[in-house]
């Protein structure tokens, strides 16, 4: 999972990421440090191989793994790496990519998600045909009451396997341990879905999890312009505001004191 690196390059002072922890009261940060480099080196790899396998030979490759995927209607995804200096003062880098890439959750070589991915498709199987069963009742029915009746039974439905969703996300820290995402998510309001799927939460998670200090992160977007616009092919991104901006103070939280 870790690929050794030297760090040659000048350290970049700009924030990768940054959050408000709502446990200590203090925003915590990472800058991009020395992450750019083997982040462009990841960069020009995908465009090389056009696949995402690795660790397998080309004969061995996975259709679901090529980056044909990303060009495609599904459109691009956003990709990052981690610098991290392990227990023994070495320094290496491990990779992530956001949200699950062509349905798959995890990929050989790539950290994994912050949650227990059998138990995820187990809940959300069963829900989601619960779900779409109101929704076939909904577009069937004639009657005006039975169908505010099903569309309000179908949005508690939905609400409640949300916060299933959010609650089997565990959010390590280097302060704090691991918390559910709803107790280390900072402010009020819902939390957004997809909370805890990008880059950064990944790469900082299995850093905390695996006794590993963060250096510096950087991420990118590879593939097809987001439907918005917002993102595009080879531009590097701070991490998100809304989504990881609500649990990464609660994740960098005693960081400062590791990276002494």
């Not at 099903?150 to 439905?157: H, Y």
């Not at 701070?238 to 989504?243: I, L, M, T, V």
């Amino acid at each position: 999972m870790i690929e050794p690196i030297e760090i040659t390059d000048i350290s970049d002072p700009d924030i990768a990421c940054r959050g408000l922890c709502d446990h200590c009261g203090r925003e915590h940060s990472l800058p991009v440090g020395p992450a750019m480099a083997p982040a462009l080196a990841l960069f020009h790899r995908l465009e090389r191989e056009g696949r995402i396998d690795f660790d397998v030979p080309v004969s061995e490759a996975s259709p679901w793994m090529t980056t044909d995927y990303v060009w495609s209607e599904a459109r691009g995804q956003m990709f990052g790496v981690l610098v991290v200096r392990d227990q023994s003062g070495r320094t290496g880098v491990i990779k992530a990519f956001s949200g699950q890439y062509n349905s798959r959750w995890r990929v050989p070589g790539w950290v994994g998600p912050l949650l227990d991915v059998e138990r995820f498709r187990m809940v959300t199987a069963l829900e989601e045909k619960c779900i779409k069963q109101m929704s076939r009742e909904f577009e069937q029915s004639t009657d005006a009451a039975l169908k505010k009746t099903l569309a309000d039974a179908r949005k508690k439905a939905s609400r409640n396997l949300q916060r299933r969703i959010h609650s089997m996300f565990l959010i390590p820290s280097f302060a704090h341990g691991r918390s559910p995402l709803p107790m280390a998510a900072c402010g009020t309001g819902g939390i957004p879905t997809g909370t805890g799927d990008c880059c950064a939460p990944k790469l900082l998670g299995y850093a905390a999890l695996n006794g590993l200090t963060p250096l510096g992160l950087a991420e990118f977007y590879f593939g097809r312009t987001n439907r918005s616009g917002t993102r595009e092919h080879g531009t590097f991104y701070p991490s998100c505001k809304d989504k990881c901006g609500r649990i990464l103070g609660y994740m960098l939280c005693g960081l400062e004191d590791a990276r002494q």
